[in-house]
């Protein structure tokens, strides 16, 4: 099995402090899965945060930061807080397992452990997290266009925010609004408007094609672009490449007194996140620019921001 098969069949973060127990688990796991390893507390969150696993296996007993305590600062990150966790722990008594699911485990095994059951206890729990994912995403995304909804857009907002702060990197932010989309809806229709709506949705993806971008519906007719790591130049890329998507795309718009195509005003804003800066801020910098590119004409887009570069 390559190693792109068994990262779909899931990628398993197994922490322990002796080499020999991590050893015993790949080795039980390793056919099917991905097998990352940590060997302390620390060292653990930090592959969570980056690697995102999609189950870690947990040891209770580690010098310096133990496994209670990894656990529940997995479950206070919001990066992390979906990643079910077992436990793989020496201790065995009812006690010990109603304090593992009590500090949120998803399950609890004892060492030493049989092969099968590890094998058969983290297919369960992949199955699990496959379901809650997929029902997840389904309540997070727009029914129309496929892309993120408002919820979806202010949960990942809020976590590009904690992540960006903490590296010291910028968040960049486009609000898009179709120009004049009520009149195009008059004259055209609300059938051929949604349409067009999943049509705009499909060139905002290509122009934010990174896996890190995210594409939203705002409401209505506003739509709005995360872009994380990004300063107000790429920015500025990624609504250049939307204009020239709607140029290439030339969908009528008869009724509208700016252009005889569809296009767009847009707001973009760029702040690192700082002690003294909120995600509101970020959204507050950049709808004042959308309205000030609707303000000067419409069909353009205005940048700012404390921390952009044009």
């Known amino acids: 099995m390559s190693l792109t098969d068994m990262a779909v069949n899931g990628r398993i973060l197994v922490v322990d402090d002796a080499m020999e127990n991590i050893q015993i688990l790949h080795g039980a796991l390793q056919d099917e899965h991905e097998v990352l390893f940590a060997m302390d507390g620390p060292r653990a969150l930090e592959i969570a945060r980056t690697q995102r696993p999609d189950l870690i296996l947990l040891d209770a007993v580690m010098p310096g930061m133990d496994g209670y305590a990894v656990c529940k600062e997995l479950l206070a990150a919001p990066e992390t807080s979906d990643i079910p966790v077992i436990f793989v722990t020496a201790l065995k008594s009812p006690e010990d397992e109603t304090r593992a699911l009590g500090a949120g485990a998803a399950d609890f095994i004892s060492k030493p452990v049989n092969a099968a059951v590890v094998r058969a206890r983290v297919r369960t729990q992949l199955t699990v997290k496959r379901q809650r994912d997929a029902l997840r995403a389904l309540i997070l995304t727009d029914a129309l266009t496929g892309v993120a909804n ?146 000067e004409g419409r069909d353009r887009f205005r940048l700012g921001g404390l921390d952009c570069v044009a």
Request: some cysteine; charged content about 20%; aromatic content about 6%.
């Open 150 to 295: 408002r919820r979806a857009f202010d949960e990942r907002l809020d976590a590009e925010w904690r992540r960006c702060g903490r590296a010291g990197l910028p968040v960049a932010l486009v609000l898009v609004d179709i120009d004049h989309f009520k009149l195009y809806n008059d004259h055209y229709g609300h059938q051929a408007g949604d349409a067009t709506l999943v049509q705009f949705a499909a060139a905002m993806r290509r122009a934010a094609a990174r896996t890190q971008d995210l594409v939203a519906r705002y409401g209505g007719e506003e739509f709005a672009i995360l872009l994380p790591q990004l300063d107000g130049r790429g920015a500025t890329g990624v609504a250049n490449r939307l204009m020239a998507e709607l140029e290439h795309m030339a969908i009528p718009h008869a009724a509208s007194p700016t252009a005889p195509r569809l296009t767009a005003s847009m707001g973009i804003a760029c702040m690192v996140p700082g002690e003294h800066s909120m995600p509101a801020d970020l959204i507050q910098v950049a709808d004042a620019l959308l309205y000030q590119a609707k303000a």
